[in-house]
């Protein structure tokens, strides 16, 4: 089993940064896949910014440039540094991994980007 505690969430003005941070119970080796998902008030989840293990990432179109996915594995965490934020990018932000073919969710933060 795997326990992800996200932190990160809170308040931010457009233009401004946050880190969003995912810390895993096991270790980063051990998740096949290592996702950052969102999901706005009344709009479907996506899909923002991915990694592999072997090391692959992939970006939305809508945060390439601005958002940028990372290992951390000194904190065993999966982190999202977001930057130049906009107020399309409120949302509930939520970690998801890959562990043994099994998938794994954080309880989602709120980030909300005020104009």
């Known amino acids: 089993q795997v326990q992800l505690v996200e932190s990160g969430g809170g308040l931010v003005q457009a233009g401004g940064s946050r880190r969003h941070s995912c810390k895993s119970s096991?270790?980063?080796?051990?998740?096949?896949?290592m996702n950052w998902y969102r999901q706005a008030p009344g709009k479907q989840r996506e899909l923002v910014a991915r990694?592999?293990?072997?090391?692959?990432?992939d970006y939305a179109d809508s945060v390439k440039g601005r958002f940028t996915i990372s290992r951390e594995h000194v904190k065993n965490s999966v982190d999202l540094q977001m930057t130049s934020l906009k107020p399309e990018d409120t949302a509930v932000y939520s970690c998801?991994?890959?562990?043994?073919?099994?998938?794994?969710w954080g309880q989602g933060t709120q980030v909300t980007v005020s104009s």
């Open positions: 998801h991994v890959v562990f043994v073919g099994k998938y794994y």
């Open positions: 096991v270790s980063l080796f051990s998740l096949s896949a």
């Open positions: 990694v592999t293990t072997g090391g692959t990432t």
